[in-house]
């Protein structure tokens, strides 16, 4: 549904890109380096075996509304949330994507965290 994408960065390369962005002042986050890969990019790089995540594709230029029972309504800038890794390279979900699942699962309609 294009709603997620692989990602091929290393470790290196992704630390890499924190150093620079912490050097520049920049918060630290993905740089969306392999959110545009063609069809043919990506099956090369499966065919070679590389190693990669799934990664959520954060829409871009939105701006992202809820209301929390606490703070009240919540407006984010979807340009300043990273694409964040979903499923790991080892093929299990990060702990992000399964605790909402569960959630969702086991019907929970409210979550406090401490």
């Known amino acids: 549904m ?4 692989r990602c091929f960065c290393s470790r ?4 890499k890109v924190r150093l620079e962005q912490r050097a520049n002042k920049q918060p630290p986050g993905y740089d969306g380096r ?6 043919e990019e990506v099956s090369a790089k499966l065919a ?4 990669y995540v799934i990664r959520l594709k954060v829409p871009k230029k939105q701006t992202i509304e809820f209301t929390d029972l606490i703070r009240g309504k919540i407006k984010v800038n979807s340009d300043e949330v990273s694409d964040q890794v ?10 992000h ?5 569960d959630d969702h ?4 309609s409210h979550v406090m965290r401490g």
């Open 2 to 5: 294009g709603k997620a994408y």
């Open 12 to 15: 290196e390369r992704l630390e």
């Open 34 to 39: 392999c959110r545009h890969l063609t069809k």
């Open 48 to 51: 070679q075996n590389q190693p």
């Open 86 to 95: 979903l499923v790991k390279s080892d093929g299990f979900p990060t702990y």
């Open 97 to 101: 994507l399964a605790v909402v699942v």
């Open 105 to 108: 699962l086991m019907e929970i």
